[in-house]
């Protein structure tokens, strides 16, 4: 059992001193009934809480999937560049979610953003083993060889990148799905260039087995499904 105000300053974009304003408007009602009090207290899990004609769904937690556009830092902040959380409605900004991971300014697709640290922590651990799936256009077409270069790892300055997969369309060489369980600085558009490609597109098609949603537009977000969240164990 918790307080209305605290119910509503959580689940919605409320101020504890904007629930006071609309519990005196009878506009908050809890289970039909009109509430006279902020303090009262309501079960979280049992309770229907309305306001304005809208029922309002305790949770604490929010997962969602972003289909990320070029131009936007995986970041909640910044002095120069517009940030992924700018693209989010207020209904989920209020939450205070940050990316899971990052994809580059330039790169596109599938994108998490949570306010829940543990599950951040969880599929950013090494110990995950966690794949990304990349689908890149390049200048050059790929050859067979170069499955193998990617699939022994590659040394660079600051790291070592361990074996990746890299997938050619017979279709279309210059088009390819690059797999890598790490997510290094400009790592994939580096690994193709140790191959003697250029990256000219790139984009997160998945992470594990979760796939960026195909009806989800370039910029716009939706919220992740159990059975999308079960993939990792939440």
């Not at 809890?30 to 899990?45: C, F, R």
């Not at 599938?110 to 090494?126: A, I, R, V, Y």
């Not at 210059?174 to 490609?197: L, T």
Request: glycine share 6%; net charge neutral; with cysteine.
């Amino acid at each position: 059992m918790i307080r209305l105000d605290k119910y509503l300053s959580d689940a919605a974009p409320y101020s504890r001193k904007e629930v006071r304003e609309l519990v005196k408007r009878k506009a908050v009602t809890v289970n039909g009934v009109i509430a006279g009090k902020v303090d009262m207290k309501v079960d979280e899990n049992r309770d229907n809480v309305w306001v304005n004609g809208k029922n309002i769904v305790y949770r604490k937690f929010i997962y969602l999937m972003l289909n990320k556009p070029q131009g936007y830092l995986s970041a909640t902040e910044d002095d120069r560049d517009p940030v992924v959380v700018d693209l989010l409605p207020e209904e989920y900004r209020h939450f205070a979610p940050f990316p899971v991971g990052r994809l580059d300014k330039d790169t596109e697709g599938l994108l998490l953003l949570t306010n829940d640290g543990q599950f951040d922590h969880e599929l950013m651990s090494p110990r995950k083993n966690l794949y990304k799936r990349y689908y890149a256009e390049l200048d050059l077409p790929a050859v067979e060889a170069d499955i193998g270069l990617f699939a022994a790892g590659m040394e660079f300055r600051e790291f070592t990148a361990r074996p990746a997969r890299l997938e050619i369309d017979p279709a279309d060489p210059r088009k390819v799905y690059v797999e890598i369980s790490e997510g290094k600085y400009h790592q994939v558009k580096r690994m193709c260039e140790r191959a003697g490609k250029k990256v000219l597109f790139l984009k997160r098609v998945a992470i594990g087995s979760l796939e960026l949603d195909k009806e989800l537009p370039c910029g716009q977000v939706r919220e992740l499904t159990a059975a999308e969240l079960a993939i990792f164990g939440w």
